[in-house]
């Protein structure tokens, strides 16, 4: 029985689903949702965290109306399932978006582009992408803006205002980009975009000089030392710093919007080249943040506004292809090339597309480009990266009991579906006859793919969570003894401390995230790492060529370097991974979840332990002594 056309629809959107679960499975509370289930924590407790150094000096709940929201989600569900619910909720409302987006911008075709953007990555940076599978702002303002764009497209005014707007609300510099591409459309003739521009840049600049709201300590210029510590802290706000991997991403979304602008018409049109000249703005105000060490400049970000460019380059990748396509040999060549490109390694994405859209451009004029050697030499760069693809699958079935993590399965689909779905849409392409075969090779895929990813998403380790009997069992006896405004130094560790043990964390360089906002919080975290590494502890190597914010070797903590951290007056206990030679552990204690054991020594019982003793400050970054 044929598959019709509207079938074969629902059976792409069933797989490009799964594929975007495969893509982006849940890790649970790490990367930056570690900071917004603490600010959601404080709103709760604020006795608990004021004095964490992520608080002393604000934190990013000054610029953002999303935490609100999640603290409530967080007190009726609970820390591990209100993290969760909030980011199903956040993922179904990107898809939502996206799809929104998509219908407006390819309204016969846009589930392809939901495939194709399943398929693509999702890095603009090397540490942000957009849709992330965690809970912050991010997520919600990107789904927000996208709705707004989307609407804006269909003429639906009210409805893109409330959704641009209430972007820039949970996230403004996710929010900002997608509110400039929409002046751009609705604001045709250049004065009015020159005196709102104008405007806005004046309000941006007495809000800077007056000390203003969030921007009150953004009127400066970096210092070497914080030059320093940010460049190797945060390396995305300095675009000469990023790495080649996230420059060859965005090159090659930057050309396909280019070729999409070449081709496109009416309000598509429009929207491509509003896109590319937000885009170039934002490149061009990065690279005078990064030269001018400006605090206010770095702390904008002006290069975030390239999650947009990424979003929209994959959904207008099909008219691209498509043209392409049609115009013979060396474009279908070009649109193989190109897919290889986004497919394959991310470092060669923008040499292989800069090389299809060569060929392409060079084969009706030079003869030599025609020649069968050639097309042969091309034809091996997508057989280069199936061959890479099945041997890295190979490797890693091979290692799945060493250092596979994730699910085997979720690791073999994530490596080997998206050659196996350009290899489908070659056959479905060239070969005609075997399309009703290919339809239910289709249909069969997606209806195993999308259970199976739904079943692999939740990847988060079988552990006991912070609340949980077992582990509270453990922690109860320490924090009756710690007070609840009291200050700890978790040796190796941020997790525990604030989520565990419900106390403020000393110092740790995750900790000092957003610094670029208020630099004192980054004076102050320079300072105790300085401490920590004059007593040769972990969390204290922001100065070297490498950050390490934890030393794996083996060693007993010495008592001189015990106490000279203790000697600051802010700590109060230290948990440690190691003990402290010739002093007895008041409580020593063992992670259910990881079988680590830990030793605990109030400072106090420290200080009192060496107070006839002189500790002296040591020299050139060595370890005190008595």
Same mark, same amino acid.
């Given at each position: ?295 206010? /400049? &770095?702390? $904008?970000? @002006? %290069?975030? =506004? #390239? ?7 994959? *959904?207008? !990748? ?46 009706s004029r030079y003869a030599v480009l025609q020649a069968?050697?050639?097309?042969? /030499? &091309?034809? $091996?760069? @997508? %057989?280069? =990266? #199936? ?7 190979? *490797?890693? !079935? ?160 010495s008592l001189p370097a015990a106490a000279y951290i ?61």
């Amino acid at each position: 029985m044929p598959i019709s056309s509207t079938h074969r629809k629902a059976f792409l959107a069933m797989l490009a689903l799964g594929l975007w679960l495969i893509k982006s499975p849940y890790y649970g509370l790490w990367h930056d949702s570690r900071f917004y289930a603490l600010i959601a924590l404080q709103r709760l407790h604020p006795a608990l965290y004021h004095n964490d150094l992520f608080f002393l000096y604000g934190s990013q709940a000054s610029y953002t109306m999303f935490t609100p929201w999640l603290t409530g989600w967080i007190q009726h569900f609970g820390l591990d399932n209100g993290l969760l619910y909030a980011t199903i909720i956040g993922q179904i409302a990107s898809i939502a978006a996206i799809t929104y987006l998509a219908r407006a911008l390819l309204p016969r075709s846009w589930v392809i582009g939901l495939l194709v953007i399943s398929l693509f990555p999702t890095h603009y940076t090397e540490v942000f992408a957009f849709s992330e599978s965690f809970v912050t702002p991010r997520l919600y303002s990107e789904a927000l803006s996208l709705f707004g764009l989307g609407a804006l497209l269909r003429n639906r005014y009210w409805l893109a205002g409330i959704g641009l707007l209430s972007a820039c609300a949970v996230h403004p510099l996710m929010g900002l980009p997608a509110v400039a591409i929409a002046l751009l459309l609705m604001i045709r003739q250049p004065r009015y975009w020159l005196w709102l521009t104008a405007t806005a840049s004046a309000v941006l600049l007495i809000a800077v000089v007056f000390k203003l709201g969030p921007l009150a300590h953004m009127d400066h210029l970096l210092t070497p030392q914080l030059v320093a510590f940010e460049s190797l802290r945060s390396p995305w706000l300095f675009i000469h710093l990023w790495p080649w991997t996230s420059i060859s991403i965005m090159l090659y979304s930057l050309l396909i919007l280019a070729l999409a602008s070449l081709w496109l018409d009416g309000v598509n049109l429009r929207l491509v080249r509003a896109a590319l000249l937000m885009a170039l703005f934002g490149l061009l105000m990065a690279g005078m943040a990064d030269i001018s060490k400006q605090t206010f /400049l &770095l702390a $904008l970000q @002006p %290069a975030r =506004a #390239l999650w947009l460019v990424q979003v929209l380059s994959e *959904l207008l !990748w099909l008219p691209v292809a498509t043209h392409l396509w049609r115009t013979g040999q060396s474009g279908r060549m070009a649109v193989v090339l190109l897919g290889t490109a986004a497919l394959g390694v991310h470092e060669a994405m923008t040499p292989i597309a800069v090389l299809s859209i060569i060929y392409w451009w060079g084969y009706s004029r030079y003869a030599v480009l025609q020649a069968r050697s050639i097309q042969l /030499l &091309l034809w $091996l760069i @997508p %057989a280069q =990266a #199936l061959l890479f693809a099945g041997l890295t699958a190979w *490797l890693q !079935w091979e290692a799945r009991h060493l250092f596979i993590q994730l699910p085997i399965a979720q690791v073999l689909m994530t490596t080997l579906l998206p050659p196996a779905i350009a290899l489908f849409a070659g056959l479905w392409l060239w070969q005609v006859r075997y399309r009703p075969a290919l339809n239910r090779v289709l249909m069969l895929t997606a209806l195993i793919c999308l259970p199976l990813s739904l079943a692999l998403w939740d990847v988060r380790p079988d552990v006991n969570p912070a609340d949980s009997v077992t582990r509270e069992r453990v922690i109860a006896p320490l924090r009756r003894h710690i007070p609840i405004d009291a200050v700890v130094y978790w040796e190796g560790n941020l997790i525990d401390p604030w989520f565990w043990l419900q106390r403020a964390q000393y110092i740790s360089l995750a900790q000092m995230a957003g610094t670029i906002f208020d630099e004192r919080t980054a004076i102050e975290g320079m300072r105790r790492m300085n401490r920590m590494r004059f007593a040769g502890f972990p969390d204290a190597n922001w100065d070297d060529s490498k950050i390490n914010e934890y030393t794996s070797h083996i060693h007993l903590h010495s008592l001189p370097a015990a106490a000279y951290i203790c000697a600051d007056p802010i700590l109060h206990t230290l948990i440690l991974r190691y003990p402290v030679a010739g002093l007895a552990s008041e409580y020593a204690f063992v992670d259910p979840n990881t079988g680590d054991q830990y030793y605990v020594y109030p400072c106090s019982a420290i200080l009192a332990t060496v107070r006839t003793l002189p500790i002296n400050k040591p020299v050139n970054g060595g370890i005190p002594h008595a």
